[in-house]
């Protein structure tokens, strides 16, 4: 599977931003998908996570309250909502998927990953 991230951009600290990953194959909905993010000089780091049959997610915990995970399996895309951004929170965002069938903040459980879009939020 291929994925697209999309909805980046600039916005100022408390904003909002949507971000989408678009899956390329029809059971996209067969799929974990999970968010990731790496900002200059650090580690990518996991951010939030969604079951394939919607049911289950989980969230790091400085995102929690602040960011939702949801999926249009009709739409194979993936969503993730931000509110209340910090500044803190800029980096590149990257959807990645895997097929294992459980939810999971570890990057080496998910086998496809997205080409990340740019997260920026100013003080």
């Known amino acids: 599977v291929q994925l697209q991230a999309s909805g980046g951009g600039l916005v100022q600290a408390g904003g909002s931003l949507r971000l989408s990953c678009l899956g390329s194959v029809r059971t996209f909905s067969r799929y974990v998908v999970g968010w990731f993010r790496q900002a200059p000089g650090k580690e990518r780091e996991f951010v939030a996570t969604i079951s394939w049959s919607i049911s289950g997610t989980y969230y790091t915990e400085s995102v929690k309250g602040r960011f939702t995970i949801s999926r249009d399996n009709a739409k194979n895309t993936v969503y993730l909502q931000m509110n209340s951004l910090k500044p803190e929170d800029t980096a590149v965002y990257y959807c990645?998927?895997?097929?294992?069938?459980?939810?999971?903040?570890?990057?080496?459980?998910?086998?496809?990953w997205g080409q990340g879009t740019q997260v920026t939020v100013s003080s």
């Open positions: 990645a998927a895997s097929l294992d069938g459980s939810i999971t903040a570890a990057p080496g459980a998910y086998s496809y």
